[in-house]
Nanobody, 121 residues
Framework: QLQLVESGGGLVQPGGSLTLSCAAS????????IGWFRQAPGMERERLSC????????NFPDPVKGRFTITRDNAKKTVYLQMNSLKPEDTGVYSC??????????????WGQGTQVTVSS
């Protein structure tokens, strides 16, 4: 059993930065691939990226490429999503999810509760 807890969301002005954290609990948490997802209002949930236990990460979609970075600290069992140059269209609920070893586009075994990110002046 794995539990995921996101933190770091909030209200930020356009052009600002936020770092989201996804803390995993469980004895084998460091073996799981962790993905970050975003669901904007009225939109389907989309995967932003994923990172394996070895630090291999998937490419970000074009709208956030170059602005978002995914990293992980296995000792802390935590995956981070660094978001820079935030835009109003980045507003949404950000969630992390875990899958055993390998990343996937959509199929994950465990999900966090999500954290709200609002980009507005």
């Amino acid at each position: 059993q794995l539990q995921l807890v996101e933190s770091g969301g909030g209200l930020v002005q356009p052009g600002g930065s936020l770092t989201l954290s996804c803390a995993a609990s469980g004895s084998t948490a460091d073996r799981y691939a962790i993905g970050w997802f975003r669901q904007a209002p009225g939109m389907e949930r989309e995967r932003l990226s994923c990172i394996t236990s070895l630090g291999i990460s998937a490419n970000f979609p074009d709208p956030v490429k170059g602005r978002f970075t995914i990293t992980r600290d296995n000792a802390k069992k935590t995956v981070y999503l660094q978001m820079n140059s935030l835009k109003p269209e980045d507003t949404g609920v950000y969630s992390c999810a875990a899958r055993w070893i390998f990343c996937s586009a959509k199929e994950y075994d465990y999900w966090g509760q999500g954290t709200q990110v609002t980009v507005s002046s």
